[in-house]
């Protein structure tokens, strides 16, 4: 029995010389959400167009299933996909109430999903206006009513939080959130690396049309094995006291008279701690600072290399 919602096998997309998707691979579970990161032009997007089916593959196959009934059956193409595109273009001359109920008509969804929908949003009080009066942000909240139309099984998001604010990013990741509790599985594509290291099951790193790697934040960390930092506030002691206190599994670099940076490996952090919490003599303060997802991208996309 399947249990992938989606999955892609040595998947090509090639325009002449140049491979934009180049021997992709990827399983996305029901309920899961992946991250797509990448430079500009690394292919995260023709690999949405491919999993669209708005684009055909040169080499490699894409299937999917449907749980929707309980049995997982083979879905065809674009079903149970919403999909809100990076640029979000709508006539501007229409209402947003308007624009969405002829999508909504397209899918098959019904007025009522739509008024909810616009309410999840945010959107209510501005459903009768005009779409050239709504802001950047109105207008992406718009795009994700859009791609939630029929409670697609799979949502393809390509940098979706471009023009909100944080309150609003915030607010969007839970409803992403929500619909993943109820079983949709999500591809989020971004180049807010901070903003999604914590929102996503897994992460893919893409350069050049091929993924670098993929697994989860900490599967990432443990890869990568970059050094953790602990930033310690300490009273003025000499050097050699810290020194003492790392005993030779950190390096120390100093940050002023009264703090210093331990950067130490992940198998060290821990009996490191013990030391500098039994000294409240000296250590005042700390902060630990595992490697963030910027980290761990800027150390993939160079080959390995810190
Ligand atoms: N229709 C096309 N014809 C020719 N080349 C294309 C076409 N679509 C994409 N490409 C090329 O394929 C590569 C991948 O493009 P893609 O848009 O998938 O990248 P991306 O990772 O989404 O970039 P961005 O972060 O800028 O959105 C780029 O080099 C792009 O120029």
Not at 158 to 178: K, M, W
Not at 259 to 281: I, W
Request: aromatic share 4%; proline share 5%.
């Amino acid at each position: 029995m399947a249990s992938s919602a989606l999955e892609i096998q040595g998947l090509e997309k090639r325009y002449g010389e140049q491979a934009a998707v180049d021997g992709v691979d990827l399983q996305l579970a029901p309920g899961e959400s992946l991250a797509i990161i990448g430079h500009n032009g690394a292919g995260k997007t023709t690999l949405m167009k491919l999993i669209l089916g708005l684009t055909r593959p040169s080499a490699g196959t894409i299937q999917r299933w449907s749980w929707r009934g309980g049995a997982p059956r083979p879905a065809a193409a674009s079903e149970g996909i919403g999909f809100l595109p990076e640029s979000v273009n709508f006539p501007g001359a229409v209402s947003g109430g308007q624009r969405l109920r002829f999508y909504a008509r397209l899918k098959g969804a019904g007025k009522q999903e739509c008024a909810q929908l616009l309410e999840l949003v945010g959107l209510s009080d501005a459903a009768d206006r005009k779409i050239n009066t709504y802001s950047k942000g109105m207008r992406q909240r718009l795009g994700l009513a859009q791609a939630l139309l029929g409670s697609p099984e799979l949502l393809l998001l390509d940098e979706p939080t471009s023009g909100l604010d944080p309150f609003l990013r915030q607010h969007f990741y839970a409803i992403i959130g929500q619909r993943q509790a109820a079983g949709a599985s999500v591809i989020i594509s971004s180049h807010a690396l901070t903003e999604i290291e914590a929102r996503t099951d897994r992460i893919a790193i893409m350069q050049r049309g091929r993924v670098l790697a993929l697994g989860s934040l900490a599967t990432l960390r443990e890869q990568a094995a970059l050094p953790v930092e602990i930033k310690v506030r300490h009273t003025a002691v000499p050097m050699a006291e810290l020194e003492a206190l790392a005993a030779g599994a950190a390096t120390l670099q100093s940050m002023g008279e009264l703090s210093t940076r331990f950067s130490c490996t992940e198998s060290e952090k821990l009996a490191l701690l013990q030391r500098l919490s039994a000294r409240p003599d000296i250590v005042q303060d700390l902060s630990l600072h595992p490697p963030g997802l910027d980290d761990l991208y800027a150390y993939f996309v160079n080959g390995g290399d810190t």
